[in-house]
C-alpha cells in the first residue's frame, strides 16, 4: 500500500517541510520540497501565523495520508528550542485539525531509519535522502532535506507497524502468528 | 483608559485562563477565570486541538483588547516544558490570527508586579489575586489564579507603557517632558 507522508522539521526562523511517496522494500518517489521561512526581526505571534499559513497551504495542495514531525527535546539548542517546540505543535495542530495520523519520531529515529546510524550527520542525511529519492542534486537547506528524512523514516517505520498490525489481525482471525511456528508452547 | 486583558497560563493537562479589566492605579475587575484540561492519555494532537478550540471560545466570549501568555523557559520542568511551550504557543497563535496584541511575561515579572516579590510562591499569588480582584474565595485551581496574575500584570505594565507612549507623544508634540524639570541640560 503506497502512502505519503508530509515529513516536518521544525523551527521559526526556518522550518523545513517535504513530502514522499512509497512503501516499504520499494523505491521511493518526491513529491514536494522546501521550507518556510520567518524573519527573526518579527514578532512571535506574527511568526507562527506565517507557519500555520504555510503548513495548510502544504496540506491543501500535498494531500499526505501521514505527517511525521520532528520530536523536540530540550536538550536541544536552548536558546531556539521553545520556538521549535512552537512550530512543531502548530505542525501536528494542524494535522490533527485535519484528522490526519501524526507521528513524533526523534532525530537519532530518523538519522538510523535513513543511514543505519543514529548518530549521522547532516551530510551523511542529505546524501542518503538525495540517493534514495534519486534526486539530481542535495536537498537545500538542510532543513528541507531532514523534513524529506523525516517522511521516509516515517514510511519505512509506519511499514513495520502496518506489517505488525496484519500480523495481529491475522492471528485475530484464527492464523497461526508467525511465532508460532518456533514455539514449541502450545 | 480601560483595558481587558486575557491572562493565559499554559500547560497540556491544565491551561489556566483569566480575564481582567482596568486600568492601572485603580480597582481591577474580574471578567471570567477557567481551565481547559486534557487527558494525559489523548494523543499530541488531540490535546493541540481541544487547547485551541477551548481559547478560541474564551477569545469569542471574553473579547479581550490584549492577551498575556507566560513566558516559558526551557529551565521548567524538562518532563513537561514541550507542551507547555505548545500550549503557549497555540495561545500566542489565536490571540495573533484575531489581530490581537500578545505579549510575554516571566514568571517573575508576574510574581513581582502582582505581590512585590519576584520569588512569592503559588499561595502568595493566589492570596494577592484574591485580594486585588476583591473575591469571596481564592480561584482554583493555582492555573487559573496564575492566568488572573497574568492578567493583572499586563494591565499595570501596559499602563506604564501607555503612559511611556503618551509622555514621548508630548515630548514630540513640543510640551517639555517631565525629566527635563530636574535635568539641567538645555
Aim: aromatic letters at 2%.
Amino acid at each position: 500500500m503506497r502512502v505519503r507522508v508530509m515529513g516536518v522539521d521544525p523551527g521559526l526562523t526556518r522550518c523545513g517541510l517535504g513530502a514522499v511517496e512509497g512503501r516499504p522494500g520499494a523505491p521511493l518517489s518526491l513529491v514536494a520540497v522546501g521550507v518556510i521561512r520567518t524573519g527573526a526581526d518579527e514578532e512571535l505571534g506574527a511568526r507562527l501565523v506565517g507557519i500555520e499559513a504555510g503548513i495548510e497551504q502544504w496540506l491543501d495542495e500535498v494531500r499526505p495520508d501521514a505527517v511525521a514531525v520532528e520530536r523536540v527535546f530540550s536538550q536541544h539548542n536552548v536558546r531556539t528550542v521553545m520556538g521549535t517546540a512552537q512550530a512543531a505543535g502548530i505542525a501536528v495542530l494542524c494535522a490533527a485539525r485535519r484528522g490526519l495520523p501524526v507521528a513524533l519520531h526523534t532525530p537519532s529515529e530518523v538519522k538510523a531509519a535513513v543511514t543505519g546510524s543514529g548518530t549521522a550527520d547532516k551530510k551523511q542525511i542529505g546524501a542518503m535522502v538525495t540517493r534514495l529519492l534519486r534526486l539530481t542534486e542535495m536537498p537545500k537547506p538542510a532543513d528541507a532535506a531532514d523534513a524529506l528524512a523525516l517522511a521516509i523514516c516515517h514510511v519505512w517505520r509506519g511499514g513495520v507497524q502496518h506489517r505488525l498490525a496484519e500480523a495481529v489481525a491475522r492471528a485475530k482471525a484464527g492464523a497461526a502468528p508467525a511465532r508460532s511456528r518456533k514455539d514449541p508452547r502450545p
